[in-house]
C-alpha cells in the first residue's frame, strides 16, 4: 500500500484545513488510518484514527476540532482541522495498518505503511 498525503499549507489561525491520504496499490477500506504530526524538536503525536474503516479516535488534544472521516470509494481517509492555532504547525503523516488492534490506534509502531508527510503552517 503506497499512502500519498497532500492538502497542507499555510493558513492563519482560527482557519480550517483538510488533510487528504490517498491510498494506491489495493483498496482498503478495511484497514486502519491514523494521522500523525511532528513539530519541529518535538515527538511524533496521534491526533486521529478511524479503525478498520469504523470507529474514529480523536485524542483530546484536538477534540472539537479535529474530525477524522473516509470515502472508502476513492481509497481516501480525511483529516478536518478547524480552529486551528498556531501549535498546530507540524509535518502531517498518515499511516495505515491491517493488523491493528483498537487499543493500539495512537501508538506509531502498529503502522507498516505511512505517507510522505505534508506541512501545515498555521500564522498567528
Known amino acids: 500500500v503506497q499512502l500519498q498525503a497532500s492538502g497542507g499549507g499555510l493558513v492563519q489561525a482560527g482557519g480550517s484545513l483538510r488533510l487528504s491520504c490517498v491510498a494506491a496499490?489495493?483498496?482498503?477500506?478495511?484497514?486502519?488510518v491514523a494521522w500523525f504530526r511532528e513539530a519541529p524538536g518535538k515527538e511524533r503525536e496521534f491526533v486521529g484514527a478511524?479503525?478498520?474503516?469504523?470507529?474514529?479516535t480523536i485524542p483530546d488534544s484536538v477534540k472539537g476540532r479535529f474530525t477524522i472521516s473516509r470515502d472508502n470509494a476513492k481509497n481516501t481517509v480525511y483529516l478536518q482541522m478547524n480552529s486551528l492555532r498556531p501549535e498546530d504547525t507540524a509535518v502531517y503523516y498518515c499511516?495505515?495498518?491491517?493488523?491493528?488492534?483498537?487499543?493500539?490506534?495512537?501508538?506509531?509502531?502498529?503502522?507498516?505503511?505511512w505517507g510522505q508527510g505534508t506541512q501545515v503552517t498555521v500564522s498567528s
Open positions: 499511516a495505515a495498518s491491517s493488523t491493528m488492534i483498537r487499543s493500539n490506534v495512537a501508538s506509531q509502531t502498529g503502522y507498516a505503511y
Open positions: 496499490g489495493r483498496a482498503f477500506s478495511t484497514y486502519t
Open positions: 478511524n479503525f478498520r474503516g469504523q470507529y474514529p
